[in-house]
């Protein structure tokens, strides 16, 4: 499929399904000149905005990166059915905006264990996890002693959690964090909303400090 062909596909599968929850959205749009993907809705104007990394309208692409944008499709559709906006706003109101990555490393699980769970879209755990290897593939795995990467790392070793199939090995025993990230995650399994995980992202920031100023 080209590019353009992939967007019209993508488009039309994600205005088909991003009612599936019985929420009504009046009007969703879809950006495909970013870098990565995200998301912007407000459900008392019912809008949503849907950013995609960009893709060239005249090349051709393999069918296994159309699957991996129906992945990126699916995991920001789980944000729109099940992340409420003010708790992590309040949070990084209050905690300053680092806490915002290891919301939303957090976050990023919990909405895909939601939407599995919630059984809208049939396998969204296979494509949760080919989307989650195919970006592997480009980025590779990180640095594990680099307080930068510790959303990263959540996010990743979370959704081994979740029950993927991920190819690269762990690395929480090689990194400094291991044992608080760890810990993280391992409340994360009975977190039921948003406020819940940004209340984790805050004890998890606290312990991450502690380390940083022992060193």
């Known amino acids: ?28 749009s879809f950006d495909w000149s970013g870098a990565s993907a995200g998301v912007r809705f407000n459900w008392l104007k019912k809008k949503a905005e849907i950013r995609f990394p960009s893709l060239d309208d005249d090349q051709y692409f393999p069918d296994y990166v159309y699957l991996k944008f129906q992945g990126y499709a699916l995991h920001e559709l789980g944000h729109v059915w099940f992340t409420a906006c003010r708790p992590w706003d309040k949070a990084r109101k209050v905690h300053g905006g680092r806490i915002s990555g290891f919301i939303n490393g957090l976050e ?12 809208l879209v049939k396998d969204a755990r296979g494509m949760f996890e080919h989307l989650v290897n195919e970006f592997l593939k480009i980025d590779d795995y990180v640095e594990p002693d680099d307080e930068k990467n510790i959303p990263f790392m959540l996010a990743i070793e979370g959704r081994r959690r979740n029950g993927y199939a991920i190819k690269p090995k762990t690395i929480l025993s090689d990194s400094v964090y291991g044992y608080e990230i760890f810990k993280a995650l391992r409340k994360l399994d009975s977190a039921e909303n948003t406020s819940q995980v940004a209340q984790i992202a805050i004890e998890l920031q606290k312990e991450i400090e502690e380390i940083e100023f022992i060193e």
Do not use: A, F, N, P
Request: charged share 45%; hydrophobic share 30%; no cysteine.
């Open 1 to 28: 499929m080209t590019g353009k062909e992939i967007k019209r596909k993508i488009e039309r599968w994600t205005s088909v399904r991003v009612e599936l929850k019985g929420q009504s959205l009046k009007d969703i």
């Open 108 to 119: 990023d699980v919990r909405i895909e264990r939601e939407v599995i769970k919630s059984g």
